[in-house]
Structures are given as C-alpha cells and as structure tokens.
C-alpha cells in the first residue's frame, strides 16, 4: 500500500521557518515527479512547488519564491519544503503529492496524496 506521511508542520510567527517532509513507503518514487500543495480554508488547493523526479528541474509558485525550497532525497524516497520567511498568507494545510509522471505542476498530474499537515502563521 502506497503511502505518503508529512511531518514538520506548526505554529510559528510570522518571520519563522519550517521544514515539511513526506516521507513515501509501498514503492519507490525516484523516476517520479513530487510536488506540495497547500489549502486555505475556503480556497481551492494550489500547487506551492514541484520538482522533477532526478530534482533537475524545480518549480516554486510566485507567492513563494525566494522563500521556499522544494528538494528531495530518493534514496529515502523523501521530499522536503524548507520555508523561510513565512507569512500569515502562507496559513494552509498543506499536501505532499506524487505523480506517475517524471514532471508535472497540474493538480491532475499528481496521483498519490498525503493526508496533509497544518502550518499556522500568526502576524
């Protein structure tokens, strides 16, 4: 059974850093590409970052660049987003997600979720 787990989400001030994992078990997404999405209560979930399945390509929304890194370690079959800087904005559930493809940075793309995990910003 595949599985994707985040960990590393919290409350912090504005200003402060996070590091999310997903850590991915039942197979391997090394030939895959990975991406984090995020939600905000009354908003549709949007992709924060993506990153190609050998990490040669990466991709960061706007909202985030500069602030956040998307990476990846295969042979822990792990993604990371190390946010810096954080906003109140930045307030959102936010989701791993593994697609069956090498690249993608549409919703559609991405096949297997995690169950999400809350980071709260306050001002």
């Known amino acids: 059974q595949v599985q994707l787990v985040e960990s590393g989400g919290g409350l912090v001030q504005a200003g402060g850093s996070l590091r999310l994992s997903c850590a991915a078990s039942?197979?391997?997404?090394?030939?895959?590409?990975m991406g984090w999405f995020r939600q905000a209560p009354g908003k549709e979930r949007e992709l924060v970052a993506a990153i190609a399945w050998n990490a040669g390509t990466t991709f960061h929304i706007d909202s985030v660049k500069g602030r956040f890194t998307i990476s990846r370690d295969n042979a822990k079959n792990t993604l990371y987003l190390q946010m810096n800087r954080l906003k109140p904005e930045d307030t959102a559930v936010y989701y791993c997600?593994?697609?069956?493809?090498?690249?993608?940075?549409?919703?559609?793309?991405?096949?297997?979720w995690g169950q999400g995990t809350q980071v709260t910003v306050s001002s």
């Open positions: 997600a593994a697609s069956l493809g090498m690249w993608s940075t549409s919703r559609n793309g991405y096949h297997y």
């Open positions: 039942g197979r391997t997404f090394s030939n895959n590409a």
